[in-house]
């Protein structure tokens, strides 16, 4: 099989789908691998590593996406890319479509086999190739809230560790999964008054036992969750529905109870947000105000530690990659289960279900594509 990838162009995305060292490992189970000019630059990797490693440097993305059987990317494919995929052709990437329906009539448009990173499933119901994206995004998060914090960047001033004399920040993190334990590992670690706020009593359970005191836990109701936003100096949404749109849980009447300056941190913008009042920004112009409450919504939080982000990820991506270029994409679904649970959009069709379901499409079950 030919596989390709190429220079991620979405806003400051540094990340790149395949390292040299996973590029090698395709070659040596008989494959190509074409990679576009300057594509692994932002995690330090030059074209020479890639050719050094049996890759074909090609001039532009153009050339990769005419001529490649499976691009393998990072982020979902902007509108230039997405009118250069066709029919016959393998996506594997992170797409995010249930907030995204334009991606998504444009993937239907191009007869493309889309398979999601982030729907991928494993063991136990958990999202391996969602996970280390996760692990940073949640640790990236307390970095940004501090950041944000500070009253040159709109926020309320206040030092999330504190000082002797002086109570540290209070940091609320609703939802207990990867990313929220992360999350409050580094804001734990940073000396944060910290509250976890999950619906799943053994997730609770596990995190109380886990931080041993040092943070708390609280049943994720409405009571609970508006008092400890009203209280909080910084936010952190965590929420995840794998493939779904995230619902809103802190509504823009809720700012109206926060202190001035307070700071929202929106991981789950990829999936539309959990705060009413999110729109997802950039890591040139991270955050805005919303009735004086900073609220940072960065889309793509992982490419600002672009080599961190591209080895963790390629960890984990390049086993299904590996096996879909060995046995064909249907022969690589049909053999593993979860891969299968990745393939959102074939041929037309929409075939993972809170995707149709969010955005009023048919839903075509994967096992009928694969008999």
Not at 294 to 311: D, I, L, Q
Not at 314 to 325: E, I, K, Q, S
Request: a negative charge; proline letters at 5%.
């Amino acid at each position: 099989m030919r596989v390709g990838t190429v220079r991620e162009i979405k806003n400051h995305e540094y990340r790149v789908g395949l390292t040299p060292e996973s590029a090698r490992e395709l070659v040596a189970h008989g494959h190509e691998v074409w990679v576009e000019t300057g594509a692994g630059l932002g995690i330090g990797a030059s074209d020479a590593a890639y050719s050094a490693a049996g890759a074909r440097v090609q001039p532009d993305a153009a050339s990769i996406f005419a001529a490649c059987d499976m691009i393998v990317k990072v982020k979902e494919p902007q509108a230039v890319e997405r009118a250069m995929l066709r029919k016959g052709q393998v996506l594997y990437t992170y797409l995010h479509l249930a907030p995204d329906p334009e991606q998504t009539q444009d993937l239907l448009a191009s007869g493309v086999t889309a398979i999601a990173y982030e729907t991928v499933t494993g063991a136990g119901h958990s999202l391996p190739l969602l996970k280390p994206m996760s692990q940073v995004a949640g640790r990236m998060a307390i970095q940004a809230g501090a950041t944000a914090l500070e009253k040159a960047h709109g926020g309320r001033g206040v030092l999330l560790g504190g000082v002797p004399g002086v109570l540290p920040g209070k940091v609320v993190v609703i939802g207990g999964g990867v990313v929220g334990f992360n999350a409050a590992q580094m804001a734990v670690g940073m000396g944060a008054d910290v509250t976890l706020l999950d619906r799943d009593p053994d997730v609770l359970e596990w995190l109380d036992n886990h931080f041993e005191g040092r943070a708390r836990t609280v049943y994720s109701g409405k009571a609970a969750l508006a008092d400890l936003v009203a209280g909080a100096d910084l936010v952190i949404g965590a929420v995840l529905i794998p493939g779904a749109a995230a619902p809103k849980l802190v509504t823009r009447d809720m700012l109206a109870t926060m202190k001035p300056g307070a700071v929202l941190v929106d991981v789950a913008i990829d999936q539309g947000g959990c705060f009413e009042t999110s729109h997802a920004t950039t890591h040139a112009d991270p955050t805005f105000i919303v009735d004086g409450i900073v609220h940072y919504c960065v889309a793509n939080m992982p490419g600002a530690v672009a080599r961190t982000s591209t080895y963790a990820l390629n960890n984990v991506t390049l086993p299904h990659a590996l096996r879909m270029a060995d046995l064909g994409w249907k022969g690589a679904l049909r053999a593993d289960p979860h891969l299968a649970a990745g393939l959102n959009i074939h041929e037309g069709q929409v075939t993972y279900e809170a995707v149709a379901k969010a955005l009023g499409h048919a839903h075509v079950p994967v096992e009928g594509l694969l008999a």
